[in-house]
């Protein structure tokens, strides 16, 4: 069962604990390695560490060994894997739909660093045309 309900933002999606967690597992699984997973989801190792361990726990299985030349998927981990990878591609999907609905608007993280910027100088108004500006922090 997927329960979203502890939302935070991850390179602008917002996204459930337990998908950042599913992500974190799949793209460990294809890189093979922790340190690799964690640099192309922009986390610590640790972190990616801890969310697969915290998956193991929640899960009761394990889903890969760890050594020193990197991880092996176990046979519990290969048969949960396309379950995770389907949740996570699923997500990306509604993802795009919510993105694509009529009336939203989208900012490049380049012009919404202009934009604070320009706030600093004392001009907080978005430009025109522009529905839903956020220029908090």
Request: with cysteine; net charge positive.
């Amino acid at each position: 069962m997927l329960i979203i309900n502890h939302m935070t933002k991850t390179d602008g999606w917002t996204m459930d604990k337990n998908l950042q967690k599913y992500a974190a597992f799949v793209k460990t699984v294809e890189t093979g390695s922790l340190t690799r997973a964690a640099a192309l989801l922009h986390y610590s190792q640790s972190g990616v560490s801890r969310m697969i361990a915290d998956l193991e726990q929640e899960w009761g299985v394990t889903l890969l060994e760890r050594g020193k030349a990197g991880v092996v998927l176990t046979g519990d981990g290969a048969r949960l894997l396309p379950h995770a990878r389907a949740l996570c591609a699923e997500y990306a999907r509604l993802s795009a739909e919510v993105d694509a609905l009529p009336g939203r608007a989208h900012i490049s993280a380049a012009t919404r660093q202009f934009l604070r910027y320009l706030d600093r100088r004392n001009a907080p108004e978005a430009p025109a045309g522009c529905t839903g500006f956020d220029n908090r922090p």
